[in-house]
């Protein structure tokens, strides 16, 4: 089954602090993976790809086909990054499957 | 560019009631998206037109959803009758034909049925 999975609901860190949000998958072909941002009032929206293997905003995210996973990383925090997080697979390139989502809260 | 519009913002309706949502996608999108974001949960496909034909309702609640795009442009999405369980968001996409990942959502229609 196609599936992605963000086991963590909540990350709470320190401005500075370095940030690792999980996110494991579930898909038997080669995976294309998202990770789209929702800041507060603010509509869902790309922040990167892994095909791109960009950084945005000091963010990457490495995929690691052993572990199937595709954590996305950020040495400091910033407060501006508080947000919802959402880790998406694409089974095929026009369709998405996204997984439930981790609130990122970055205290001053 | 203009983004993607969708209304109305927020609804409230009676459970076994009718509701109908809009959108209109970015200007040259060919394929638009209807997801459910239930609360706690990530978006979930429903349906997925290209131009005007359906290229995947797979997970659309047939009996009681329907979604049309009648001049590959605009597209309505609606509940009849509404349950309880309805209760979400309902977030239009699209993208162009040139597909490259990069999705463009609307502001999304929060629902609530009570």
């Known amino acids: 089954a196609q599936r992605v999975t963000q086991p963590e609901k909540l990350l709470s860190v320190f401005k500075g602090a370095p940030v690792e949000l999980k996110c494991n998958y579930s898909y038997s072909g080669s995976p294309e993976l998202f990770w789209y941002v929702q800041y507060s009032r603010q509509r869902l929206q790309l922040l990167l790809r892994h095909i791109s293997r960009e950084s945005i905003k000091g963010f990457t995210a490495d995929l690691n086909k052993g572990e199937t996973s595709f954590h996305l990383k950020k040495p400091f925090a910033q407060e501006e990054d508080s947000a919802m997080y959402y880790c998406?697979?694409?089974?095929?390139?026009?369709?998405?499957?996204f997984g439930t989502g981790t609130r990122l809260q970055v205290f001053p | 560019e203009a983004g993607v519009a969708q209304s109305p913002r927020y609804k409230i309706i009676e459970k076994r009631q009718s509701v109908a949502f809009w959108c209109n996608p970015i200007s040259g999108h060919a394929t638009l998206y209807w997801y459910q974001q239930i609360l706690g949960q990530g978006p979930k496909l429903l349906i997925q037109?290209?131009?005007?034909?359906?290229?995947?309702d797979s997970q659309l609640p047939k009996d009681r959803f329907s979604a049309e795009r009648l001049k590959g442009v605009d597209s309505t999405l609606k509940i009849q009758p509404a349950k309880l369980e309805d209760s979400a968001v309902y977030l239009c996409?699209?993208?162009?034909?040139?597909?490259?990942?990069?999705?463009?959502f609307g502001s999304g229609t929060r629902l609530t049925v009570v």
């Open positions: 037109f290209q131009n005007n034909g359906v290229v995947d």
């Open positions: 996409a699209s993208s162009s034909l040139t597909f490259n990942y990069g999705y463009t």
């Open positions: 998406a697979l694409s089974p095929r390139t026009d369709k998405l499957i």
